[in-house]
């Protein structure tokens, strides 16, 4: 009966000791885990059915938590890309809720839109958010997702990423496209 009773337990018990599984593809990033931003999905949280909450109610500035996925650039060299997907946030204060979008190639970094000119603070609503890159002809991945600065609760649902037209204005600083005061 004791030893019965010893594996009911086990049993009951592993679900809530297993580490929380993100959907194939998606990875966490930054403080996200164990001692920091905590990661949900949810069977009813996003703009349409399933979405992805994080929250990091006892954080501050200068850390983030989020998930993130990578694909290869293979089919968007070349191109410019946007990144769209829905946030909904609670509460978010001393950072910001944000998509992020990053172009590599190789180990190298070629840029990155973290939205951190125009995050989503408070509390807000369910709105399409984008960002937009060009893919460099020499580009080998694309990387992308969300990220929660501060403290708060950030949803997040249905990301997309498509091909759009080349004079689609880019979210990210290249600098502009014109030198200027070049002689004083
Ligand atoms: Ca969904």
Same mark, same amino acid.
């Not at 990578?70 to 001393?94: F, H, M, P, W």
């Not at 694309?142 to 249905?158: H, K, N, P, S, W």
């Given at each position: =009966? ?6 009911? =337990? ?10 929380? #599984? ?6 966490? +990033?930054?403080?996200?885990? #164990? *001692?920091?931003?905590?990661?949900? +999905?949810?069977?009813? !949280? ?5 979405? $992805?909450? +994080? &929250?990091?109610?006892?954080?501050? /500035?200068?850390?983030?938590? *989020?998930? *993130?996925? /990578?694909?290869?650039? /293979?089919? &968007?060299?070349?191109?410019? +890309?946007?990144?769209?997907? &829905?946030?909904?946030? #609670? ?8 998509l992020w979008f990053r172009v590599d190639k190789g180990k190298d970094m070629l840029v990155l839109d973290n939205m951190n000119d125009r995050g989503v603070t408070g509390t807000t609503g369910w709105r399409s958010y984008t960002s937009v890159l060009r893919v460099d002809? #020499?580009? !080998?991945?694309? $990387?992308?997702?969300?990220?929660? !600065?501060? !403290?708060?609760? =950030? ?18 600083? &290249? ?7 070049? *002689?004083?």
């Amino acid at each position: =009966m004791k030893r019965l009773l010893a594996t009911t =337990m086990i049993l009951i018990a592993a679900p809530i000791a297993a580490a929380f #599984e993100l959907p194939d593809g998606w990875y966490p +990033v930054g403080d996200s885990g #164990e *001692g920091g931003y905590a990661l949900n +999905v949810g069977p009813d !949280t996003g703009y349409e059915g399933a979405g $992805l909450e +994080v &929250y990091g109610a006892e954080h501050t /500035s200068g850390q983030f938590g *989020g998930v *993130g996925q /990578s694909i290869s650039a /293979s089919d &968007y060299v070349g191109k410019t +890309v946007q990144l769209t997907a &829905y946030i909904r946030t #609670e509460n978010v204060d001393d950072g910001y809720a944000g998509l992020w979008f990053r172009v590599d190639k190789g180990k190298d970094m070629l840029v990155l839109d973290n939205m951190n000119d125009r995050g989503v603070t408070g509390t807000t609503g369910w709105r399409s958010y984008t960002s937009v890159l060009r893919v460099d002809a #020499e580009a !080998t991945q694309i $990387l992308f997702g969300a990220i929660l !600065t501060g !403290t708060g609760r =950030m949803f997040v649902d249905e990301f997309a990423i498509d091909i759009v037209p080349d004079d689609t204005p880019t979210t990210a600083a &290249y600098g502009p496209n014109e030198p200027k005061n070049l *002689g004083f």
